[in-house]
């Protein structure tokens, strides 16, 4: 949480005034999520490796993931 008294823009200008609010309200997130994670003894998943295989490649076998089968009308 962050004190919203201190976002009110006292000169008018709202849009500065919520972008530092936005900012700030943001930058709390993974302080937060670390609390609620640890809090309940929830271990982050080790890092995926790096790669610039395309979506469709499976990641277990490094080989192409089957086509989806095509259904035919007729018989």
Known sequence: ?????????????QVLSM??????????????LMSFMKSRSIEP?????AT???PS??????TPAPAAKQRNSHP
């Open 45 to 49: 998943r080790p890092p995926l490796p």
């Open 19 to 32: 972008a530092r609010l936005a900012k700030d309200v943001l930058a709390e997130i993974p302080d937060q």
């Open 52 to 54: 610039s295989d395309p």
């Open 1 to 13: 949480f962050v004190p919203f008294r201190d976002y009110i823009d006292r000169s008018g200008n």
């Open 57 to 62: 490649v499976s990641t277990t076998t490094g």
